[in-house]
Nanobody, 124 residues
Framework: QVQLVESGGGLVQAGGSLRLSCAASGRTFSVFPMGWFRQAPGKEREFVAA????????NYAASVKSRFTISRDNAKFTVYLQMTSLKPEDTAVYYC?????????????????WGQGTQVTVSS
């Protein structure tokens, strides 16, 4: 079983930056593709970014591409989401997720493990 714990959320002004971390328990983390999703009040959970288990391949939602960077450190069992040029519309609860398959996915229902989420609030 893999447990995921996010951290790093908070309140930031528009144009600012935050780095989210997702710490995983369990050695099998290093072979899981990982993803970041977010959910704003009244909206469905949406894909933000994903990374292959090697860290060599990444994918981003169009709304965050060139502003957000996903990375991982398998030795530390941690995935990161560096967020820059934040906008008020980035406000949401951010979740990390792990998938017990070879490839990453942009669909929330294709992930097997989820963290509890961390709140990101961007003020205008």
């Amino acid at each position: 079983q893999v447990q995921l714990v996010e951290s790093g959320g908070g309140l930031v002004q528009a144009g600012g930056s935050l780095r989210l971390s997702c710490a995983a328990s369990g050695r099998t983390f290093s072979v899981f593709p990982m993803g970041w999703f977010r959910q704003a009040p009244g909206k469905e959970r949406e894909f933000v970014a994903a990374i292959s288990w090697t860290g060599l391949t990444t994918n981003y939602a169009a709304s965050v591409k060139s502003r957000f960077t996903i990375s991982r450190d398998n030795a530390k069992f941690t995935v990161y989401l560096q967020m820059t040029s934040l906008k008020p519309e980035d406000t949401a609860v951010y979740y990390c997720a792990g998938r017990r398959q070879v490839d990453y996915s942009g669909l929330p229902n294709e992930y097997d493990y989820w963290g509890q989420g961390t709140q990101v609030t961007v003020s205008s």
